[in-house]
C-alpha cells in the first residue's frame, strides 16, 4: 500500500504526542441525536464540545480556516446521510447540505464557520422534528406537538399544554386525539420512550440519567413505562440493540 509509510509516521506521531481522536460512539450520540430531532439535546451537546471544539480531532490542514472547513464538509454529509435514514428525502438532504457547504466556503474566520455548524446541526433536527408530526393539520396541535419535544425533561400536563396553545383544556384534549389518534398523555409517553430507545442505542448514558433527562419520577417508573411498551426492560433493550447500531454504521 502506498499510503502505508505516511499512516504508521502518522500514527507513531499521534501517540508520540499523546493525541486520543473522539470515540466513535461519542460521534454517533451526536448523529443520531440530531436524527431523531431532539433540538435541545442537540443544543446541550454543541455547547459542551464548543468549549474544546478541536478536541478528538484530526488536523486536516494546517490552515486554521481550511482545516475547520473540511472538518465542516466531513459533519454536513455525515448529519444529511443519517437524516435520510430517519426519513429526510434525499433531494432535501442533499439539497440541505449543499446549500450549507456554499455558505460555509465564503467564509473566513473560524468561529463564524463554528457558529455554522450548530446551525446547520439545529437546522437538520428541527426538520427531522418537523417530520414526526407531518400528518397533523391545525396549528394549536403543532404547537403543542413542538412544545412537548422542547420540554420532554419536565412534566408535561394537559393544562400547562393547553396554556401554551391558548386553548380550553378539554377543547385541546379533543382536538389532539382527533388528529394524532391518541390521548395527549400516551403521545408523550412515546415520544419519551421514543427518545429513550434511540439513546440506548447509541450512547452510553446510564438509565438513571436518562429516566431524569426525560421527566420521569424515577429509574423504577422509567423502567416500569418503558417494558410495558417495548416488553422489555431498558437494559436488555441495549443489550440487543447497542452495538447493532455501532458495526452497522461502521460497515456502511
Known amino acids: 500500500m ?6 504508521n509516521y502518522r500514527l507513531y506521531i499521534q501517540r508520540t504526542d499523546g493525541f486520543t481522536r473522539s470515540p466513535y460512539d461519542r460521534e454517533l450520540r451526536v448523529y443520531r441525536t440530531i436524527q431523531s430531532g431532539y433540538t435541545e439535546a442537540v443544543k446541550s451537546n454543541f455547547r459542551r464540545i464548543r ?5 478528538g ?15 465542516f464538509v466531513t459533519a454536513v454529509g455525515l448529519v444529511a446521510r443519517f437524516c435520510i435514514e430517519g426519513g429526510m428525502g434525499h433531494d432535501t438532504a442533499y439539497t440541505l447540505s449543499d446549500i ?8 473566513n474566520d473560524v468561529e463564524k464557520i463554528i457558529d455554522l455548524f450548530e446551525e446547520m446541526q439545529l437546522d437538520f433536527a428541527e426538520r427531522m422534528r418537523t417530520l414526526k408530526k407531518e400528518d397533523v393539520t391545525s396549528l394549536h396541535v403543532r404547537r403543542c406537538i413542538d412544545y412537548i419535544y ?22 385541546l384534549s379533543k382536538l389532539f386525539s382527533k388528529e394524532k389518534g391518541m390521548s395527549i398523555k400516551t ?5 419519551k420512550v421514543s427518545t429513550a430507545e434511540n439513546l440506548l442505542r447509541s450512547s452510553d448514558f446510564s438509565c438513571l440519567d436518562i429516566a431524569f433527562a426525560l421527566g420521569f419520577s424515577s429509574q423504577s417508573a422509567f423502567i416500569s413505562v418503558f417494558r410495558k411498551i417495548n416488553g422489555i426492560t431498558p437494559k436488555k433493550y441495549r443489550e440487543l440493540h447497542y452495538m447493532d447500531v455501532i458495526e452497522g454504521n461502521r460497515a456502511k
Open 57 to 71: 480531532k484530526g488536523t486536516l490542514s494546517p490552515d486554521p480556516v481550511r482545516n475547520i472547513m473540511y472538518h
Open 150 to 171: 422542547e420540554h420532554l425533561h419536565e412534566e408535561l400536563t394537559l393544562n400547562v399544554l393547553a396554556e401554551q396553545v391558548g386553548l380550553n383544556p378539554s377543547y
Open 187 to 191: 403521545f408523550i409517553t412515546r415520544a
Open 2 to 7: 502506498k499510503t502505508d509509510r505516511d499512516l
Open 51 to 55: 468549549k474544546n471544539f478541536f478536541e
Open 100 to 107: 450549507y457547504i456554499q455558505r460555509g466556503d465564503r467564509l
